[in-house]
């Protein structure tokens, strides 16, 4: 029952970089794969990346490619979305989630292969 808990997310203007945190309760074990999901107003839920027990495979949306980038530190039980030149369309609340199982490729960006959610924390692009 691993908690999972989101944190950073805020208002911010067009342009600006922000960074997401998720915060595990317990120890992460191989061979989970985490990744971030978004839902945005009027949409349905997105994949933005993901990154593999040992950070050697990372994954991301179409959408993001290019701007965000995905960490995690094992030491600190913690995995960050580094966000650049945000736009008014990354407005959401943004997730972080844990696979059950060394997931890769496609699966990676599918939410029906994430066992454990966080509460999400909201992110809001302005200007």
């Known amino acids: 029952q691993v908690q999972l808990v989101e944190s950073g997310g805020r208002l911010v203007k067009s342009g600006d970089s922000l960074t997401l945190s998720c915060s595990a309760s317990?120890?992460?074990?191989?061979?989970?794969?985490f990744g971030w999901f978004r839902r945005a107003p009027g949409r349905e839920r997105e994949f933005v990346a993901a990154i593999s027990w040992r950070g050697d495979n990372t994954y991301y949306g179409d959408s993001v490619r290019g701007r965000f980038t995905i960490s995690r530190d094992d030491t600190k039980n913690t995995m960050y979305l580094q966000m650049n030149s945000l736009k008014l369309e990354d407005t959401a609340i943004y997730f972080c989630a844990r696979a059950n199982g060394a997931v890769y490729g496609t699966l990676a960006e599918k939410s029906e292969n994430y066992d454990n959610w966080g509460q999400g924390t909201q992110v809001a692009v302005s200007s």
């Open positions: 317990t120890r992460v074990f191989n061979p989970y794969m």
